[in-house]
């Protein structure tokens, strides 16, 4: 089984719409991660989380919020969705207790596309 | 904020052939990372240095630290179909900075 799994794999939604990206990791690590991928973009961080109570904004936090249900869940959430929000988005996780612990792990992401 | 350049952008190389790509930066890392992407998929990290002048091996991968810390190097030799990727560098600064800056990517194609 893999150790971080993203659901659902791939969402279409319309402009307004609310949904939810969930990530969960049995890696039992503490820190997990959301970031967005576009084309010629690379990877952008979205928010991350250092345990369950701890939330920060990453580099593009507006029109996203999260929730750290357990230290092995944490979702992503679209408010109202946009079309400009259309991307692959993964989760990653690292582990505070490592030597490296900037070492990060991803799930295999979620296609999203916003009409 | 910090920036990775990493080049090239893109290869197309024949089966057989080896492979380099690598990153710079103007800033220092503590850490260099080197993931691959296969498409529809996440990054699977593929190699990790922790050490300036770190030279480390994972099968046919060679990835170097760099002695200044501001740049690593990937090596692919004899490149095979199933090589076909993007190749993504991250660069981390260590302690209590969690972050990782990653660099845009090396899109490898490779002719049977």
């Known amino acids: 089984d893999a150790d971080v799994t993203q659901t659902p794999r791939n969402r279409i939604t319309k402009t307004g719409k609310r949904i939810m990206l969930e990530c969960s990791q049995t890696?039992?690590?503490?820190?997990m991660y959301w970031y967005r991928q576009d084309p010629g973009l690379g990877l952008r961080l979205i928010y991350y989380s250092f345990d369950v109570k701890d939330i920060n904004k990453g580099e593009i936090s507006d029109g996203y919020s999260v929730s750290r249900q357990a230290q092995a869940k944490f979702s992503l959430s679209l408010e109202s969705a946009i079309p400009n929000q259309t991307a692959l988005y993964f989760c990653?996780?690292?582990?505070?207790?490592?030597?490296?612990?900037?070492?990060?792990?991803f799930g295999p992401g979620t296609r999203l596309l916003v009409l | 904020g910090q920036q990775l350049n990493q080049s090239p952008q893109s290869m197309f190389i024949q089966e057989g052939e080896d492979v380099s790509m690598n990153c710079t930066s103007s800033?220092?890392?503590?850490?260099w990372l080197w993931y691959k992407q296969d498409p529809g998929e996440g990054p699977v990290l593929l190699i990790a240095l922790y050490k300036a002048g770190e030279l480390t091996s994972n099968g046919r991968l060679t990835a170097q630290f760099g002695i200044t810390r501001k740049d690593s190097f990937l090596n692919i030799s004899a490149s095979i179909p199933s090589d076909v990727g993007i190749y993504f560098c991250?660069?981390?600064?260590?302690?209590?900075?969690?972050?990782?800056?990653f660099g845009k990517g090396t899109l490898l194609t490779v002719n049977p």
């Open positions: 890696k039992g690590h503490d820190r």
């Open positions: 990653a996780t690292s582990d505070a207790g490592q030597k490296h612990q900037e070492t990060q792990y």
């Open positions: 800033s220092i890392f503590n850490t």
């Open positions: 991250a660069g981390g600064s260590g302690g209590s900075n969690y972050k990782l800056t």
